[in-house]
């Protein structure tokens, strides 16, 4: 989903006084890796990052199109990359202000685990963010993707012994239907809490 960003809650004198309105421009994720900042430590360890980096556009660097919610690593991994000459090489990272990450990474499936916790690329820049972000290098992330694909499978699996239970029982039986009602929900949300789509 591409981030729509309101308007200009400044200017402020320092780019950290942004971080509470970035927090929900962002939907409380980081704009590169797309990880909960709950699952992060919340507000003080995320980071206001500079999409276009601050060494090379100082002009840049409180203007509010320019400051992105970012976690700590992608932040540090970041740096002040693209530089220059990656720039003339036309490399650049996703930019989730401009482009659905949906049409740039997928999950796919890791054969050493068995979930779908291998992010791979369907573009260049998502080739360059992979690459230079770490995405399939950090532990971290990639123990919460298999713990969501994991929590799935465990819903869904629940959701399909509810429906055999009110097949059973009889399809208007308010508490069953109540049951499935309730795991339909759970699994959207743990759907949503997937950085990018499962590799088709
Ligand atoms: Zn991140």
Redesign the pocket.
């Known amino acids: 989903m591409i981030v729509v960003r309101g308007e200009d809650p400044g200017p402020f004198s320092r780019h950290r006084y942004y971080v509470t309105f970035l927090q929900v421009a962002f939907n409380y994720r980081?704009?590169?890796?797309?990880?909960p900042d709950c699952r992060l430590g919340g507000l003080e360890a995320m980071k206001v990052d500079h999409f276009w980096p601050e060494s090379r556009y100082q002009e840049l660097r409180l203007a509010w199109i320019n400051l992105y919610y970012?976690?700590d690593?992608?932040?540090n991994r970041k740096s002040d990359h693209p530089r220059a000459n990656e720039e003339e090489q036309g490399r650049q990272f996703v930019d989730i202000c401009q482009e659905d990450p949906d049409d740039h990474f997928q999950l796919a499936l890791d054969f050493a685990t068995g979930d779908y916790c291998l992010v791979t690329h369907l573009t260049e820049a998502a080739r360059y963010t992979i690459y230079r972000?770490h995405f399939n290098r950090r532990p971290f992330l990639r123990d919460l993707w298999r713990e969501i694909h994991a929590c799935e499978r465990r819903t869904l699996g629940q959701l399909e012994s509810a429906m055999v239970l009110r097949n059973q029982i009889g399809a208007t039986d308010p508490q069953a239907t109540q049951l499935i009602s309730d795991l339909e929900h759970q699994l959207d949300q743990i759907r949503a809490l997937r950085p990018f789509p499962i590799a088709g």
Do not use: H, M, P, R
């Open positions: 980081c704009a590169y890796c797309l990880t970012s976690c690593v992608c932040n972000l």
